[in-house]
């Protein structure tokens, strides 16, 4: 920050009444009030205001400095009070052209004011590439075999991850599957009852561990063809099984959080909105946002495809955060990357695309105040070619891109 006059070296008066008038500018957020730009609303020659402009980026920035020192912000996730009053200081900020002494979501870098996190890839490495803190663990247990291999994820290792984060101030995130694969479609029993055991189970030992008010994306991905519980084996058994296992698992832990998580696209004969559970089983309304299918290579496609669907079937990024305030519901997005796999049938992927990535950035920024939580995909599956900014070698223009902004 550049080092100020003390104001107080004109009269006091004269000085306050600038400062008073700067503060108010600030604070009236009148459609008349103008915007101060970085490169011309200071560049007047007038020394009193040069000082009034650094000495209300010094108070916002103390006003930040204090917020965090405080016990809730501290808290995974921190208090909505506390989320809206950053963002209010981060937005007085850039309107006042200063830098934020704590890199609260400056498009210069230097970390984030949300939560944010990097899936399949070491907190501590993924924090100190990027250069700002890893603050959401994103993980997912096994669908592909049977009950004993969930149940085993939970009572095992894998946890320990999760611990870690969550004693380093990080949330963790998890994906809970409503069925395995051996047991593939099977929603009506679920919805009977016949699974319940299962799942007070997990609720216990998640408890047990510490681990009992984290994120559960239950069921993730419903709204997709590829998973034993998707919801077109039947919407309305999907809906009975997913709010018996929220009923049974707060049962055993009050506090867990339930991320309703999907695709971006319903890719069946309903919508999103037909598939919803009710307010009262759902925490959080989550997302998984990959740059295919929709066209995002200029600013103009994705300015078009951010705001894609419909209110009650959303697809682009801004429908469904549209979604999720109209249900009074912050937007999880646990899955976002790019997708460098060129045009196929189905992904339509758009190659190593920083715009994609800067676009994502911003999103988050300007949304702040409505996002629950957000994580980097960095994952192989099978290619690293196709979605990993870490290491850099495959990626390197999203990569570039990201590590400038985080």
Known sequence: MIREKPILRRPFHEGFALLFAGLLFLSCGSANALPISKSASFATGNTNIVQVATSICS???????????????????????????LARYEEQLERAGCTSSGGGGSSSGGGVSWLSGMSCTDMATAASWRGSPITASVGWAPHTGDWNDIMNYFSGGNMNK?????????????????????????????????FDSYFTKIASLLKGRGLGDIVLRLGWEANLQSYPWIADYGVNSYKQCYRRIVRKMRAVSPQLKFDWHNGKRTRF?????DLYPGNAFVD????????????????????????????????????????????????????WGITNRGDTSYYQGNGDNDLFVRNMFEFFKRNSANLAYESYFNCTSGDPTVYLILPENYNPKSSAMYKSLY
């Open 269 to 273: 004969n309903r919508t999103a909105a």
């Open 284 to 335: 959080y309304i989550g997302l998984s946002y990959y740059d295919r299918d929709l066209d995002n290579r200029t600013q103009a496609k994705w300015d078009e495809s951010s705001r894609k669907g419909t209110a009650k079937n959303p697809e682009g990024i801004e429908t469904w955060l549209n979604f999720a305030k109209s249900r009074g519901k912050k937007l999880a997005v646990s899955e």
């Open 162 to 194: 999760f611990i870690n984060a969550k004693n380093n101030g990080a949330l963790p995130s998890i994906g809970l599957p409503m069925l395995p694969e051996s047991h593939r479609g099977q929603l009506r029993n679920c919805a009977k009852g016949q």
């Open 59 to 85: 108070l916002i920035n103390t006003q930040i400095e204090d917020l965090k020192s405080r016990k809730a912000y501290s808290k995974v996730p921190p208090p909505t009070w506390i989320v809206n009053r």
